[in-house]
């Protein structure tokens, strides 16, 4: 066993918060990685800015500010520069990132990456080449997210489900365009069809009430869009949100190159809808074209591939199926072990 610490200065939320209501993919993460590893046996501590000490699936969760144990073996500083020094009794630290890289470029990071050299831990391919060569830090490793074992194991449906698309993304994350296209280009030849929206800033704590506005600017477009098949439902919490997915015949979903992993489209896919994507940042990775979905690279074949799934049943019975066998293969027990791999002997 272990002694496995791990510190984030971002939102508020603890293990309780995927059950109350919609959570950010990073925080859902940090949750489903901790617990992981607490069923795995080892001893986790986590501080962050939650409200109050308590020990929840056997992780002991407690404020920041009441400080950090003394030493750990294995020491996660999560995204945030002010945690990279926080431990240096640690056996060892590693520095997890979730966001492009280059917001490392900056003295206060640089700095404290160069004195530290802790390993940086990357989410997947795309987001370890937004971090120069030359950068300081210790070894890159590329640990990609799991996939909660509440969106794998699921049977292919018997019936195909209505001409309903989903998006489940951040509003500024290509929404607009999403709307855009879906009026000019997919709705007029799919009669009928629906655009189910679970997207608002509740999903992003504090950060997404910073932007509210602007992403109210695009929502309000989505209502203007009614009578054209687009329903606004709102973020809603995961369990709600697997059986949303269950009724939907694919997501759409352009990518950004802001998206370094893109849980939205992950865990669509293991849920069985497929997903059609441009080639913009990490969503390539979640995808395997012409098998799960469709990887476009134009707006027109962007269009085309949602039409021809949400016209044809055959099409999508092959990719609903194969969504469901290809795309859920590594959930958090396999992303725990290469975690565990990083503690020394």
């Known amino acids: 066993m272990a002694r496995i610490v791990l510190a984030d200065d971002?939102?508020?939320?603890?293990?309780?918060?995927?059950?109350?209501?919609?959570?950010?993919?990073?925080?859902?993460?940090?949750?489903?990685?901790?617990?992981?590893?607490?069923?795995?046996?080892?001893?986790?501590?986590?501080?962050?800015?939650?409200?109050?000490?308590?020990?929840?699936?056997?992780?002991?969760?407690?404020?920041?500010?009441?400080?950090?144990?003394?030493?750990?073996?294995?020491?996660?500083a999560n995204r945030g520069d002010k945690l990279i020094r926080l431990m240096p009794e640690a056996k060892r630290t590693v520095f997890w990132i979730h966001n492009p890289a280059q917001y490392l470029l900056k003295w206060r990071y640089l700095f404290k990456l160069w004195q530290v050299k802790p390993a940086i831990i990357f989410i997947g391919d795309y987001h370890a080449t937004t971090y120069p060569a030359w950068a300081p830090g210790g070894e890159r490793i590329v640990i990609p997210y799991g996939i909660a074992d509440e969106f794998c194991n699921f049977s292919p449906l018997d019936d195909v489900p209505p001409r309903r698309a989903i998006f489940t993304s951040n509003p500024l994350r290509s929404l607009n365009w999403l709307l855009e296209v879906w009026q000019r280009e997919i709705y007029p030849h799919v009669p009928g069809a629906e655009l189910h929206l679970f997207s608002g800033a509740a999903t992003y704590g504090s950060a997404g009430a910073a932007k509210a506005q602007e992403m109210e600017t695009i929502l309000d477009k989505a209502r203007s869009l009614a009578d054209q098949g687009v329903v606004l439902r709102g973020p809603v919490?995961?369990?709600?949100?697997?059986?949303?997915?269950?009724?939907?015949?694919?997501?759409?979903?352009?990518?950004?190159?802001?998206?370094?992993?893109?849980?939205?489209?992950?865990?669509?896919?293991?849920?069985?809808?497929?997903?059609?994507?441009?080639?913009?940042?990490?969503?390539v990775e979640r995808v395997v074209d012409e098998k799960t979905g469709a990887i476009t690279d134009t707006d027109q074949e962007f269009s085309s591939s949602a039409i021809n799934l949400l016209n044809d049943d055959d099409l999508w019975r092959d990719q609903h199926k194969a969504a469901i066998e290809m795309q859920g293969a590594w959930g958090w027990s396999q992303a725990a072990q290469a975690f565990e791999e990083l503690i020394p002997e």
């Open 237 to 283: 919490p995961k369990s709600e949100l697997i059986q949303e997915f269950r009724k939907s015949r694919v997501m759409l979903y352009k990518g950004d190159l802001n998206e370094t992993f893109c849980l939205a489209v992950g865990e669509a896919q293991a849920v069985g809808v497929p997903a059609v994507v441009q080639k913009l940042g990490s969503v």
């Open 10 to 76: 971002g939102i508020e939320f603890d293990g309780d918060s995927p059950h109350r209501g919609p959570l950010g993919g990073v925080e859902s993460s940090i949750v489903n990685l901790v617990t992981e590893l607490a069923e795995r046996g080892h001893e986790v501590t986590v501080r962050n800015m939650c409200a109050e000490a308590k020990v929840i699936n056997g992780v002991d969760w407690a404020p920041l500010a009441s400080g950090l144990p003394d030493a750990a073996d294995l020491y996660i």
